[in-house]
């Protein structure tokens, strides 16, 4: 067979067709690059229902399946997973250490850092940017950040999973629009010139503020000035990701399925907002634009948008904040008809990961996808609702549902994770080892 190139373009009336992924042109690529491994979160906020054991709602509603081990039933809340059950896990009893006697909702800031925020806020690098800063090499973008908002929130209710190195929060986008066009649409001269404009600007700025920094730190005393290293190393930061921008400005995005999207979705349609943010991230990874990805569905505390999801979408009285609250007859049915719905999104991400194809086959096979929250029940920072699939052709055995014991932090889940990711690091925030029971 003969080996043919990525880039081969059909030609005819006027316009060029890029070729779909071919196993001619895996064989092209397979000696330059490595199948790319993926890396996707996904957060949703306030816990969810879990009923007693000897509550009549426990076996058909409650968030963990019934059983353990391979022996397990899904609840109606997780039913939408069936299909892919060969290809998920479900973790229970896992948490970050530092984070279980904060009011639950705080906790959220610390999700993928296990960073310490109890007394004087000391947050820390999140998970995606340990993992962006080794994949995000081969990238046109190092991570892509979403969530229902945008921007950073404040301090204990974010509005971001991402925080850099000195745990400072990174901005979330959550326009489809502006989202499909950063990412994955392929820009001409006009909009290439701008970008490179932008970029010279911005280069300016962080000169003058580096040169005022040299100046300022003379005066100040150590305290200050660990802080002040700090700001600078974020500066360093932002020098290093606008050269990579520049090297990439001209270069052609790489063809993939965009027809799914519905760039007008507005968060007053739920399920139409959230599928396309899932849309866009499997396009992101289709196209290799980013192989890392993360999505905070809505805010803790009732803040955003995303607090009015169960009105809008299923009628329910109440934003979902409330809900998690409520006591009356009937509330743990009623609360986790809203994690079933939830639940049904991250299956609905699955489906288009499953289905979707490049050279390498499969982007769930390549890919990770957590999906959880940073509380089980409303304001209980411990044993966290927690789903990770995928990763097939990443040594993950899937096809249970394993409970840990609370002397195993969740950080031991996120080391394995990056080692997965072949990102090895000796430890992650409070880690004491890996997740040996999932990852071979």
């Known amino acids: 067979m003969s080996k043919i190139p990525r880039r081969t373009f059909l030609r005819g009336v006027g316009v060029a067709c890029a070729l779909p992924p071919l196993e001619a042109?895996?064989?092209?690529?397979?000696?330059?690059?490595?199948?790319?491994?993926?890396?996707?979160?996904?957060?949703?906020?306030n816990g969810v229902s879990i009923a007693p054991p000897d509550h009549a709602a426990h076996k058909e509603w409650s968030w963990f399946p019934i059983g353990k081990g391979r022996e397990f039933t899904f609840t109606k809340t997780q039913e939408s997973l069936e299909p892919y059950r060969k290809d998920l896990t479900i973790l229970g009893g896992l948490s970050h250490p530092r984070s279980r006697n904060l009011l639950g909702h705080a906790a959220g800031d610390t999700f993928l850092t296990g960073g310490d925020i109890g007394g004087e806020y000391r947050n820390s690098i999140s998970l995606d940017q340990v993992a962006a800063r080794q994949l995000g090499r081969a990238t046109r973008h190092p991570c892509m950040t979403l969530s229902c908002d945008g921007g950073i929130g404040y301090k204990s209710r974010v509005s971001t999973l991402s925080f850099s190195p000195n745990g400072t929060p990174l901005p979330s986008e959550s326009s489809p629009r502006q989202i499909f066009e950063r990412y994955c649409s392929a820009g001409d001269a006009k909009s290439e010139e701008a970008a490179r404009r932008r970029l010279l600007e911005g280069r300016k700025v962080v000169d003058l503020v580096?040169?005022?920094?040299?100046?300022?730190?003379?005066?100040?005393?150590?305290?200050d000035k660990t802080r002040l290293d700090e700001y600078v190393g974020t500066l360093a930061e932002i020098e290093d990701r606008s050269n990579r921008a520049e090297s990439w400005i001209g270069k052609p995005v790489k063809a993939g399925d965009a027809s799914r999207l519905h760039l007008g979705a507005l968060q007053v349609n739920p399920a139409e907002y959230i599928r396309t943010m899932c849309d866009l991230i499997v396009l992101a990874f289709q196209t290799d634009t980013t192989r890392v990805a993360t999505y905070m569905v809505s805010r803790e505390d009732g803040m955003g948008w995303g607090d009015q999801f169960p009105v809008i979408a299923l009628g329910l009285k109440g934003g979902h904040h409330k809900l998690t609250h409520d006591r009356t007859e009937g509330f743990f049915e009623r609360w986790a008809r809203y994690d079933q719905f939830l639940v049904q999104q991250y299956a609905y991400l699955l489906k288009r990961l499953s289905e979707t194809r490049d050279e390498h086959g499969s982007l769930l096979d390549n890919s990770m996808v957590l999906f959880g929250s940073a509380c089980s029940s409303t304001h209980n920072a411990r044993n966290y609702p927690l789903a990770l699939a995928g990763g097939k052709n990443m040594g993950l055995k899937h096809g249970q549902f394993r409970e840990f014991s609370e002397h195993v932090p969740l950080s031991n889940l996120y080391v394995s994770m990056l080692s997965a990711l072949d990102v090895p690091v000796p430890s992650f925030a409070d880690s004491t080892g890996k997740l040996d029971q999932i990852f071979t």
């Open 25 to 45: 042109m895996a064989m092209a690529t397979a000696r330059d690059r490595s199948k790319p491994k993926r890396l996707c979160i996904v957060y949703v906020p």
């Open 210 to 223: 580096k040169a005022d920094s040299q100046d300022l730190a003379r005066r100040l005393g150590r305290e």
